[in-house]
């Protein structure tokens, strides 16, 4: 049985016990004094430590405030105690856009009142940082890569620049108002905004008002702007197409970063950095921009600086297109040629072998009309509907009915207005779609099944979605509501819709043969995360084929030869197959006449195109001309 301890025992080992406890706690308050350290640190901040100075605080906050946006780990080994001092080694890991800065530094800890707290030193938060220094953080980029056209040819590169603005230093502070609103007069910039920027500024600021493109000095610039004191020109390079209009929707803009990009970089692109605002150049703008080079430096009030740690940048790659900067300019040239105020309007050509987009030109008014402007595209469908009918068993030579006009659950369908009369009554499925007759095509719509149409243009390539690496869509084909939808769908009516780069790929998937994926991006080495996936563009279910091809070819080489496109059939060089197309839309005029959008699609050789003109007359009349004068050059 055990002995009881006597009175004189016990009380000796309690009194050994005790020191030790003690000992134990102080350990544990010294580590929980290390933990909240490191948690709070790694948060950039000292809030919520117990400081031996709490003025300590304030002082780390300015200290680190330049790698605030720097993601931090830190890290702490156990406590080094001796009685009620302790010393603590903290491990930091910085991630600098990439960069992993890694270092340690220690510092001390005392036992407090009620608690130990931390002796904070600078030199806690980077090697040998004093009181007296601050942390300087700078990048810098190297050049801005361009973007290449086929054959590598350069399209947008580092081009000159004039930044015209206000130079602070060549006026008094009591000038700076009257001369700030002169020159915001003498670019058409707002004078009372450039006006508060210039007297927000510092006295040795350089204010800028515009950035204009050299050799468009006389479009922006009042020619006395140099007469107003202060106001100087600095000449600079941007990364710029060869002119202002040049596949400017596709190409987008740069620019210093807005605060909704710098928020959305997760630290990657800081105010100030020169950045893709739209297009391709904020599409692939990682890929362009490249990396920085990176100091982070200690500097004295003396200004005397010591290097904390350096990493190297990267230039940017240049993003390869197979945009052909000739075909681009030409079709450009040709669409500017229907006027300032003339309608909305583009041209898409493709090559059918490749399936490289060589050309997306966009009319006046600055909207993306080529790419992601979807209309009826009328009778130029009717090659989608040709495909099905054919593939419900009909020929070319088979004999369809062409009347004036067909009724179809009480609405009246008619052929356009000059419809020949000698293609109309019984005519051959060749005629009916060299001529464009609507009631033919909708009187064999039973010959067609559900989803069969959808199914033709999947396989010329129309399907809802193009991933070029930049927004874009195709087409649409929803399955009819009623009856007489069913019909006006056949014409490219009813709630059919296609963009001018859809039916340019409906174009090429004939030329080719075979279905053709539009593609854009000519890169092996572009950015994963924005170059298009190889077979973004899945294969339809029934691909196009070669036979199919044939007869469509044959069908829109009689549209030239016999039909509504023979003003095409004196073009040089290898034949030419082509499709009109017109398509009323919106609300009749007093006469009940629709307005109406103008369509072409066509082939030359490996060259396939789309023509859509937002309001004109008809296809041939007001698109078949800017078909025609593509052709001609190419």
Known sequence: MPFPLRRGASAAILALLLPLAACSQADDQAEAAAADLTAALSEHTLGGVSLADPAAAAAFEEQ????????????????????????????WTWDVEGHEWAYDTTTALAEGEDEWVVQWDPAALAPDLAAGERIEVSREFGERAG????????????RPVGRYGLDRTRITADEVGASAERIAGAVGIDPAAFRASAESAGPQAFVEAIVVREGEEDQHVAPDFLEIPGA?????????APTRDFARELLGAVGDATAEIVEASDGSVRAGDVVGLSGLQQTFDAQLRGTPSIAIEAVGDDDERRTLAEFDGADGRPLSLTLDPAIQSAAEEIVAGLGEDAPASAIVTIRPSTGEVLALANGAGGLDIASTGQYPPGSTFKLVTSLALIRAGASLDDVLSCPESLEVDGFTFRNYDDYPASALGDVTFRTAIANSCNTAVIGARDRIGDGELAAAAASLGLAPDADLGYPASLGQVPEPEGETERAADLIGQGRILATPLGMATVAASI?????????????DDTDASAKPEADATAQPAQPLAPEEASALRELMRAVVTEGSATFLAGIPGEPVGA????????????????????W??????DLAAAVFVEDGTSGAETAGPLLQALFERF
């Open 147 to 158: 973007i290449l056209g086929e054959g590598s040819e350069p399209i947008v590169a580092e």
């Open 232 to 240: 100087i020109v600095v000449p600079d390079t941007l990364p710029l």
């Open 600 to 605: 072409m699609v066509g082939t030359h050789g």
């Open 64 to 91: 680190v405030a330049p790698l605030a946006d720097y993601d931090v780990e830190v890290s702490a080994d156990e406590v080094e105690r001796e009685g009620d001092e302790g010393t603590v080694a903290l491990h």
């Open 511 to 523: 030329g080719a043969g075979h279905t053709v994926a539009p593609q854009l991006i000519a890169d």
């Open 579 to 598: 499709k009109t197309g017109t398509a009323e839309y919106g609300e009749p005029d007093g006469d009940g006449e629709y307005p109406k959008h103008s």
